[in-house]
């Protein structure tokens, strides 16, 4: 089921709302969510679990706009963090701390002591100098922090080498060699209390088997660390799970939490996901206004006012993203296109080689744009973030103004 659609005069819905009408409204650039998108796809995750004990961690860093967070706060999600900014979002959108994940390499003193103060469910810890300075943090406010160990597995997640996290070159968890060693020590520190095991391999997984071979060796370590007698109550499987952007065909949540329930059997373990992209990509969509074509030398520009800065996954991975017309039905010549925006770099497109019929002034629409889109949004060019609207049925809503211009240099100052 997909809730962005053609009517049949060949206007593209969102939900009950023309995006010709939202982009009339709201001006483009403008992201455009879809509500009953973003549930569905969070229930999907919820009822795959099914009975099993579990919590679902939405991964913040995918679109953090406080109505989202609001919505699957109200659904009952947790979220997964990896900032003080993304746990003061939370917060703000009146997300419960008690359900938050605490993710990421870097934490700083600061960043540990606000999200022990809110008394977050569980930091993953990411090394063992990250242990310490915890231990030492927890202590010195006279609390416990709940940790459990990212796990390192060491395995190719067939993704994108920037996206792909669970090898042991790249710079996340602990290698699963080390992790006995690493568990006993946490475990000697007066101030941390262990509670689970985590990994999270890479995003855009599309496949399951990564994800399972990962769980095998998070399962045989936690025997071990039983044996030890280190008691585990959480295994979290961390995000991943890929979507469909072009023909990718990646698997349900209610596939690959089957697999999991399989694994897991009689054990005494709450399962814990992070799911990002798999909640927000294909909830949104970026709405852009075509400004120019522009015939080169051996192709066909059309200009857009959307841009890197608006949308940087095909820039920055060369993520191929579906472009779609807002009225398909307009009598237009086809070409092949290369969809460019205004910025100043030869990187700056989002598709390229794109079938298109349309001339200046019309709008198209970036599909699947609903995770790290606007979240990955910058000022770059001085050009302010786009505005996003959350559409329910035929009732759109604002949940973020377009930037006026002058907030852009709002904390800057002169020399006297
Ligand atoms: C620790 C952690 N959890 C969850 C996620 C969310 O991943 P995805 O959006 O692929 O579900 C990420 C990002 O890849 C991550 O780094
Ligand atoms: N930003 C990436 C995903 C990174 C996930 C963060 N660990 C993307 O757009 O595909």
Redesign the pocket.
């Known amino acids: 089921m997909d809730f962005f659609n053609y009517r049949e005069d060949g206007e593209l819905l969102a939900e009950q709302c023309a995006v010709s009408e939202l982009v009339a409204q709201y001006g483009t650039p403008l992201y455009i969510y879809s509500r009953a998108t973003i549930e569905r796809h969070w229930k999907a995750f919820d009822a795959a679990a099914g009975d099993v004990p579990h919590l679902i961690c939405y991964a913040v860093?995918a679109n953090g706009n406080l109505a989202i967070l609001n919505l699957l706060a109200r659904l009952g999600s947790g979220f997964d963090i990896v900032s003080g900014g993304e746990l003061a979002r939370v917060i703000a959108a009146g997300g419960d701390a008690k359900k938050v994940v605490f993710s990421g390499v870097g934490k700083t003193e600061e960043e540990m002591r606000y999200a022990l103060g809110q008394d977050i469910l569980c930091f993953n810890v990411e090394s063992e100098p990250e242990l310490e300075r915890l231990n030492q943090v927890a202590g010195s406010m006279g609390k416990v922090a709940r940790i459990s160990i990212r796990i390192n597995p060491d395995i190719d997640a067939g993704t994108h080498p920037y996206?792909s996290?669970g090898l042991k070159q790249n710079k996340f968890g602990i290698p699963i060699e080390r992790a006995p060693e690493v568990y006993r020590y946490a475990a000697s520190l007066p101030n941390l209390q262990i509670t689970g095991v985590d990994c999270h391999i890479g995003?855009?997984l599309t496949e399951i088997s990564p994800f399972l071979e990962a769980v095998d060796k998070l399962l045989a370590l936690i025997d071990e660390l039983s044996a030890a007698g280190i008691k585990i109550h959480h295994l979290d499987v961390g995000g991943g799970l890929g979507v469909n952007y072009n023909d990718e065909t990646p698997p349900h949540p209610s596939e690959y939490a089957l697999a999991l329930k399989q694994k897991l059997q009689d054990r005494d373990l709450t399962l814990m996901f992070e799911p990002g992209?798999a909640i927000m990509a294909n909830a949104g969509i970026l709405a852009t206004k075509v400004e120019y074509l522009k015939a080169g030398e051996d192709r066909h520009f059309a200009i857009v006012d959307a841009a890197m800065n608006d949308l940087i996954?095909p820039s920055l991975?060369s993520?191929w993203m579906n472009i779609i017309p807002v009225n398909r039905s307009l009598p237009r010549d086809a070409h092949h296109y290369d969809v460019v925006g205004p910025i100043c770099e030869t990187g700056d497109f989002l598709g390229k080689d794109r079938e298109l019929a349309i001339a200046p002034g019309d709008y198209l629409v970036v599909r699947s744009a609903g995770?790290?889109g606007f979240s990955?949004a910058s000022n770059y060019n001085a050009r302010s973030r786009a505005a996003e609207v959350l559409v329910d049925g035929e009732q759109p809503h604002l949940v973020r103004e377009r930037e006026p211009l002058a907030s852009l240099w709002q904390f800057e100052h002169l020399l006297p």
């Open positions: 860093k996206i996290t995003s855009q992209r996954r991975y993520a995770a790290y990955m």
